[in-house]
């Protein structure tokens, strides 16, 4: 069964940095796009950040200048870096994909990971 799996959230202090992980796992032939979305305590989900496969790039202009999104096709894996991180960023962080073609489950759409809490504190 096809999953996504994320890794890397935690605790930080403002201005410090964490990197998540989200890897695919199964027999995946393609994803499209893969990302992340995040929501906080009373806020509505918002996109962080999204990546195609050929590496074409979204980004929440609160991420603007200070996360960077990539990918890696050969393991379905993507990786959100995020750099002098402050409060405002504290939220559950969920990996995304919009569409997954999959060898035993053909194609899904919409497919999420369980998530990950980063937590900034001041």
């Known amino acids: 069964q096809v999953q996504l799996v994320e890794s890397g959230g935690g605790l930080v202090q403002a201005g410090g940095s964490l990197t998540l992980n989200c890897a695919a796992i199964?027999?995946?032939?393609?994803?499209?796009?893969m990302g992340w979305y995040r929501q906080a305590p009373g806020r509505q989900r918002e996109l962080v950040a999204s990546?195609?496969?050929?590496?074409?790039?979204k980004y929440a202009d609160s991420a603007k200048g200070r996360f960077t999104i990539s990918r890696n096709n050969a393991n379905n894996t993507v990786y959100l870096q995020m750099n002098n991180l402050n409060p405002e960023d504290t939220a559950f962080y969920s990996c995304?994909?919009?569409?997954?073609?999959?060898?035993?489950?053909?194609?899904?759409?919409?497919?999420w990971g369980q998530g990950t809490q980063v937590t900034v504190s001041s």
């Open positions: 199964g027999i995946i032939y393609s994803i499209h796009p």
């Open positions: 995304y994909a919009d569409r997954i073609s999959s060898m035993y489950q053909g194609v899904l759409y919409e497919y």
């Open positions: 990546i195609t496969e050929d590496a074409a790039k």
